[in-house]
């Protein structure tokens, strides 16, 4: 049986659209999923049905003043309608992901909000398992997971650059090959599992136990001198 994923995002100025988009597509590429993409700005009967008809429903908001867009909060308080006809949302997957400007800009708070809004559902909330990346010494804004965030996707776009010329860079967890984070565009990488693309420095001194099975070594924490 297909499992059912609808991506329900807002986006006012398109990037967070580029990133919902790719979260679409990455959650396509796993078998036997069927993927909708469709923008909360329009609450109408369609919308709805879309969502009560989901398994997983991923959802997609920039940040604005530090929370989720006004647009995003609408949309929530409105579903205030689907949670009082008994938790009709009640056992569905829940995620979540979110764009702003600057690298930290209030994301998490973003998150956080939008996993409330779940978790008042009693949706089942699933967030990214992927270590951080751009923490030490060697690491850089190409790794996996850059802005270290394990609630939800987390992606950054430049304020002065339009969605249009914002090549997708990271890929988020939730799959795909995505992010408008700036940069250059990967799409020949594997959607899962994300790995950190500085494994492969031949400078890197590697240590320690193998963490993550036996596909590549840890380097030693904190980084020897
Ligand atoms: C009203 C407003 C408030 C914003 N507040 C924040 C903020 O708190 N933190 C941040 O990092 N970026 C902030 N930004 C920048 C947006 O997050 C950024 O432009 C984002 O790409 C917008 O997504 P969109 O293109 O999908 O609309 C704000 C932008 C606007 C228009």
Redesign the pocket.
Known sequence: MQARVVVAY??????????AEAVAAGAGKVEDTDVRLVSITELNDELWQTLAEADAIIFG???????A?AAFRTFVEATSAVWGDNLQWKNKIGAGFT?????????LHTLVDIALFAAQHGMVWVGLAEYGGWNTSTGSSEDINRLGSWLGAMS??N?DES?KVTPLRQRPAHGGDAG?QGGRDDPGLPAWPCRVRTRNRPDLTWHGPRRYGDRWPVPHWPSPA
């Open positions: 807002h986006s006012g100025y398109g990037h967070t659209a580029k990133q908001t920039p940040t604005c003043r530090g929370g867009s764009n702003s400007g600057n690298m930290a800009g209030g994301k950054q776009s304020n969605p408008p």
